[in-house]
């Protein structure tokens, strides 16, 4: 009987890779740089060719694998088709079939990577237990991934869990990444914190530790620090942050309701602070029933993506 899965997550300068049984206990996880060039040709072929030596090594054959699972950095629709994927220069296709070609015709499927993240954390992570996650990561930007009754939920567009580019802040000036303004990627992401830290520093007199730190060097963690141990400016910084993050909490509970909100990506490094932090506004904009959805911190990092790769070959 065939009881291993293979999770892949293809990133923009290296694709992760593991081999699990199916209750989810990762065996071997190894990483290839992914290779773009080419509007990214070599990609899955490469991956092709290092599952099959990695299996080798272990001794398994192909024949012993349920399928594999292939997160990529962008848009996937429900069918498995990709209309393009900018950070791997891929244009329009369907990588999971070419990948099944490739494995001799074991079954592939494909999902957004904030996606099979959110999946790899209620099978394994922070949402073990439950059956209706959201997650969000706070990491360079801002991403979600809606988990319900164990199914990746993409929406028809492929824009559900987009949580980072939903508008938070009317006046906002600068522009985000999306080509709006006020989206709650400019505030809460790892780089939101830090423009957040600089403009208290402009505008205020107070005094701070982050005054001590040369400005191009602030980091999210710096303020993090900075503010668990009582800078009064940093307490600031966090407590605005954490208000966008407890008010778009608060919306999604009354939209999705899920059993549980898990915060990953570096700003939650953090921990239990920023959850009570995040925890105040979301109970103040919450307040429809004290039967709410949880919020705890994610567990596997970088790894949740193979995780939930992994996971899809399981349904
Ligand atoms: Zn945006």
């Keep these: 009987m065939s009881r291993f899965c293979i999770g892949i997550d293809v990133g923009g300068t290296t694709v992760k890779l593991g081999v699990f049984e199916d209750d989810g206990q990762l065996l071997r996880k190894w990483e290839i740089p992914t290779r773009k060039e080419q509007q990214g040709v070599h990609i899955l072929p490469d991956i092709a060719l290092s599952v099959r030596h990695t299996l080798e090594e272990m001794k398994l054959d192909l024949t012993d694998v349920l399928g594999a699972g292939l997160g990529v950095p962008g848009p996937v629709a429900t069918d498995g088709y990709v209309p393009r994927c900018v950070n791997l220069g891929w244009g329009e296709g369907y990588p999971a079939r070419d990948l099944s070609l490739m494995l001799e ?14 999946l790899g954390e209620m099978w394994q992570g ?12 706070l990491g360079t930007g801002v ?27 009317d006046d906002e000036t600068e522009y985000c990444n999306c080509g709006s303004r006020g989206c709650l990627e400019q505030v809460a992401s790892a780089t939101g914190v830090v ?10 007199s107070k005094e701070s530790i982050l005054r001590d730190i040369e400005e191009n060097s602030l980091t999210a963690k710096d303020v993090m620090d900075a503010a668990k141990a009582g800078d009064e400016l940093a307490v600031e910084i966090v407590d605005c942050v954490c208000y966008y993050l407890g008010r778009s909490l608060a919306q999604l509970a009354l939209t999705i309701d899920p059993e549980i909100f898990v915060i990953g990506g570096g700003v939650s490094k953090a921990g239990q602070y920023l959850i009570d932090n995040i925890q ?7 307040t429809l029933s004290e039967n709410r959805p949880l919020v705890g911190l994610a567990k596997l990092g970088n790894d949740a993506g193979i995780y939930g790769a992994a996971r899809m070959v399981l349904d």
């Design 105 to 118: 015709g074991i079954p592939v499927k494909c999902a957004n990577d904030a996606n099979i993240a959110a």
């Design 126 to 137: 922070g949402g073990k237990g439950y059956n209706d996650i959201v997650m969000i990561t």
């Design 143 to 169: 991403g979600g991934g809606v988990v319900i009754d164990q199914k990746i939920i993409a929406g028809r567009h492929g824009l559900a869990g987009e949580i980072g580019h939903t508008h938070v802040r």
């Design 195 to 204: 423009r957040e830290a600089k403009m208290f520093l402009a505008s205020s």
């Design 280 to 286: 105040k506004y979301y109970e103040q904009y919450e």
